[in-house]
């Protein structure tokens, strides 16, 4: 444990950032508890010895556990007479532990202190980083403090970096998508989107396909607010709005540095939208990220951002959208015979007859019968044919038909996600959740050749595919 703690203080840095960016950072999705209904409903949460053990050893102890149970983050809620700790695991947060009041200063001072915060601060949030290679992980901890009326929460971020690591084979694309995202990656010069609500992994398939792209023969160059991940022989530019230094401006720069691929971490503004487009129409190949749920909404959002359609048209080479989806547990899950409902979906959508899928059980093995998570795909791969609609400005009735109509080769999102159900990955109760079904997917019948492919079945290391924490 001493090692660990070691590991811990090596290597810190603290920025502080305005109280609005703190408070997204807090996870505003999370309710804090009362301690009448604090159960947690882990198992095998160990039990701390307040009295005897150092808080050094506590924490510690808290952090390791939370991470060898696949948690992406840690929440410190303060309350009357104590804290809360709750960990989020596979997008859920559970209760975790309670710390008595007598350990509550303690506790919050110890975390502050490995993050390097300052511990005589405590009216103004904070942010602060720990970096370490702990027991097989190479992970980075992003720590951020934000007074509340009941006292300082902390919610440490857990972010694993054995999943970019592993390539983009090992991503859960299907082996048709895997084609299309390959076949974007070899364009010369546009722009590539990753979109996906927060917490939907995009940042895990840009670094992937960025460590892909990085070849000695090429100039890498990112900016990115903050940087997730740092990639050997790549140049990554961290932003800094409060000096001046924001997406556009370090845009500009990295411009003059002769980049032949830009990865820009998120497209928030018009400014940076318009740069990214010049910059794909000058020769580059760019990278990015859009907050959009599919393809065609990210082709509006950017024209909502004063882009120029027949710029935009003449740039955009594909885009991957995405969700992540909760991964069966391989040891508890059984067979169940379909619904009629779920007989009509798997017909409509993927022309098939299916009788029985796998559900979730739950066992001490996993929560609630789902252990670690996959992504769920829609890969589009943008043709000429594509390219002049947008250009023309097409309606989007009519750039929808080019995108999912007779003659497309797409696989929605939804026909992904019944796939991944067939092969025992996902449950249908999961899909459901991530995808609202329309009339027109429960009616319209388009025949996708059904086929379990390589992609989805390499599932050799149940670790590689469980974490998403981007
Ligand atoms: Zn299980």
Known sequence: MKMFEDQLM???????????????????????????????????????????????????????????????????????????????IDGDLHNYTLVPLSMKKNMITRVKIIANMNITESRLPQDGAIKGLIENYNVDLRVSCLPTNLGEKIVIRILDYSMSSTGLENLGFSKENLTLVNKMLAIPNG???????????????????????????????????????????????????????????????????????????????????????????????????????????????????????????????????????????????????????????????????????????????????????????EVLLINQEIKDAISAGLPKTKLRELVFGENSEITTMLQDGLKKILTGITSFDEILRLIELDDEEMNSYKLVEHEITNAENNQSDEKELETFTF
């Open 10 to 88: 090596g290597n810190t840095n603290t920025e502080t950032t305005k109280q609005e960016t703190q408070a997204l950072k807090q996870d505003p999705s999370s309710t804090p508890n009362t301690s009448e209904n604090f159960i947690t409903d882990l198992e095998g949460v160990p039990t701390f010895d307040y009295e005897n053990i150092p808080i050094v050893d506590i924490v510690n102890d808290m952090i390791v556990d939370s991470i060898s149970r696949g948690a992406s983050d840690i929440h410190f809620d303060p309350f009357d007479s104590g804290i809360h700790v709750r960990i989020r």
């Open 191 to 377: 722009i590539i989107l990753v979109t996906g609500a927060t917490g939907s992994g995009k940042s895990t398939t840009v670094y992937s396909m960025l460590q892909k792209l990085n070849t000695e023969n090429r100039n890498l160059i990112t900016v990115e607010d903050p940087i997730e991940m740092n990639i050997d022989g790549i140049n990554q530019v961290q932003v800094n709005s409060e000096i001046g230094m924001t997406f556009g401006s370090a845009l500009r720069s990295i411009l003059r540095q002769d980049p032949d691929i830009i990865m820009i971490g998120e497209i928030r503004d018009s400014e940076t939208a318009r740069i990214a487009v010049r910059s794909a129409i000058t020769g580059h190949l760019v990278l990015s990220t859009v907050h959009t749920n599919d393809s065609l909404n990210t082709i509006e959002r950017l024209l909502d951002m004063d882009v120029e359609r027949y710029l935009l048209g003449a740039a955009i080479s594909g885009i991957v959208s995405q969700k992540l989806a909760r991964k069966l547990c391989d040891n508890c899950k059984s067979l169940r015979p379909t619904t009629d409902y779920e007989k009509k979906v798997f017909k409509n959508n993927l022309g098939l007859d299916v009788n029985e899928i796998y559900e979730a059980k739950g066992c001490p093995k996993c929560t609630g019968g789902y252990r670690g998570r996959i992504p769920i795909h």
